[in-house]
Nanobody, 117 residues
Framework: QVQLVESGGGLVQAGGSLRLSCAASETISGIHVMGWDRQPPGKERESVALVRSGGVTEYADYVKGRFTISGDNAKATVYLQMNSLKPEDTGVYYC???????????WGQGTQVTVSS
């Protein structure tokens, strides 16, 4: 069973930066999309950013210009560089990888990001 392991979360002051990392426990073939979602306290999970196999990236409006996603399909790793963090960025961040070969999404266990004002 493939597992995604996230790291890099923590507590940071507003205006600071964090870099999240996510690595799969084994090679995943047929990766089509890698991305990050988040779940703010008391709210539903929402999409943050994703990168498609061709390198095209997509960002939610609320993180555009502040967050940068990157990934390596061969290594099944995905990163999220978060700059100019705001208190409203607080939440649990989940990485996700979709394989067209298995038709399955793989999810990480989540990493807590807390931005203090």
């Amino acid at each position: 069973q493939v597992q995604l392991v996230e790291s890099g979360g923590g507590l940071v002051q507003a205006g600071g930066s964090l870099r999240l990392s996510c690595a799969a426990s084994e090679t995943i073939s047929g990766i089509h999309v890698m991305g990050w979602d988040r779940q703010p306290p008391g709210k539903e999970r929402e999409s943050v950013a994703l990168v498609r196999s061709g390198g095209v990236t997509e960002y939610a409006d609320y993180v555009k210009g502040r967050f940068t996603i990157s990934g390596d399909n061969a290594k099944a790793t995905v990163y999220l560089q978060m700059n100019s963090l705001k208190p409203e960025d607080t939440g649990v961040y989940y990485c996700k990888i979709y394989s067209w070969r298995t038709g399955q999404y793989y999810w990480g266990q989540g990493t807590q990001v807390t931005v203090s004002s």
